[in-house]
Nanobody
């Protein structure tokens, strides 16, 4: 059984920073891409950052320069450093990872989310 657990969300003022973490645990043989998504109330879930197992990163224009994704492969953990936060960054943030587990097939796993609230 593979689990992803996010942490680090909370309430922050506009212009502030937060660092989210997501740790994968369980029967893990390897992890390909790891990513962060977010979903604001009444909106669809959107991708905010992706990192490959080699460290290549991709961001949408809306967060480029403010959010930084990184990973620690030894700890099966992905991070999202969020700076210069805006009220429109308020959302539930979800961790996603493509993991090869005990069945030796790569599958997508999701965390349960962590809430980020940015006050104006």
């Amino acid at each position: 059984q593979v689990q992803l657990v996010e942490s680090g969300g909370g309430l922050v003022q506009a212009g502030g920073s937060l660092r989210l973490s997501c740790a994968a645990s369980g029967s893990i043989f390897s992890i390909k891409t790891m990513a962060w998504y977010r979903q604001a109330p009444g909106k669809q879930r959107e991708l905010v950052a992706v990192i490959s197992n080699g460290g290549s990163t991709t961001y949408p224009d809306s967060v480029k320069g403010r959010l930084t994704i990184s990973r620690d492969n030894a700890r099966n953990t992905v991070y999202l450093q969020m700076n210069s936060l805006k009220p429109e960054d308020t959302a539930a943030y979800y961790c996603n990872a493509n993991i090869r587990g005990h069945n030796l097939r790569y599958m997508d796993y999701w965390g349960k989310g962590t809430l980020v609230t940015v006050s104006s």
